[in-house]
């Protein structure tokens, strides 16, 4: 964590969000510092949407307790919590002089830019860190479908090809309610367990064959219209 907060663009980044912020006013004026801007998308895993202004301002401004607002046409867990914990800068100029406003943002923008960092020394390692940070919150099918994240783990860790993403929404979350128990996800050595899981495919997808022994514990299998690795003499259940 000190390697990442000390890198320049990073350690920059956080220097002025703390120094401009308390002059933020209004969600207009948020909009207009770039800068500013990026570290709060980040802070909610959002910060490629940078650049669509119209949606970005449209889901900070609208009521998420309205039920026609934008948000919850969207059913996105990311722009649910961004739309809750900025809707309030729209109602209180003084918003962000309370420390806990600014914190907030500051620590998820710290966590989400440190598991991308953590990512860039091997495939899968950022999507575990998310996983294992909020598997814990997971109470039904339609929550996994809904973050794309969790749902990437889900799938790689049971074996499942990306061919399954184009399925229909309701063969999707009949596949997944058959497959997993939900509360496997409040025990914490069963998230290990998954996560375990999802590295080793990961590790596997991204191996060339010839050159990965582990390969030769898995084989092809088909089953119900899916090709995937099976394990073989190894114990990975959830």
Do not use: C
Request: no cysteine; charged share 30%; hydrophobic share 40%.
């Amino acid at each position: 964590m000190k390697l990442f907060e000390s890198q320049p663009t990073t350690a920059r980044d956080i220097e002025t969000f703390k120094e401009e912020i308390v002059n933020i006013k209004s969600v207009e004026d948020l909009m207009k510092n770039r800068t500013l801007l990026k570290v709060t998308l980040s802070a909610f895993q959002l910060e490629s949407e940078i650049d669509k202004y119209a949606m970005v301002e449209k889901m900070m401004t609208e009521d998420p307790a309205d039920d026609d607002s934008l948000v919850n046409k969207m059913v996105e867990p990311r722009w649910t919590k961004l739309s809750n914990a900025m809707y309030g800068l729209n109602l209180d100029p003084d918003f962000f002089q309370n420390e806990a406003n600014v914190n907030l943002i500051l620590d998820g923008y710290k966590t989400n830019e440190f598991e991308k960092f953590e990512g860039e020394t091997a495939p899968g390692i950022r999507e575990a860190m998310y996983f294992k940070r909020v598997a814990g919150g997971v109470e039904e099918v339609s929550q996994i479908l809904a973050d794309k994240s969790l749902m990437h783990v889900v799938r790689v860790g049971l074996g499942l090809p990306e061919s399954f993403q184009s399925l229909e929404y309701e063969q999707q979350k009949a596949r997944l309610e058959k497959q997993i128990d939900i509360e496997d996800f409040k025990d914490p050595e069963k998230i290990d367990k998954m996560i375990e899981r999802f590295l080793i495919f990961t590790e596997i997808n991204n191996t060339d064959a010839a050159s990965n022994p582990m390969l030769s514990l898995f084989q092809p299998v088909q089953s119900g219209g899916f090709v995937g690795p099976m394990p073989q003499g190894i114990n990975l259940s959830v």
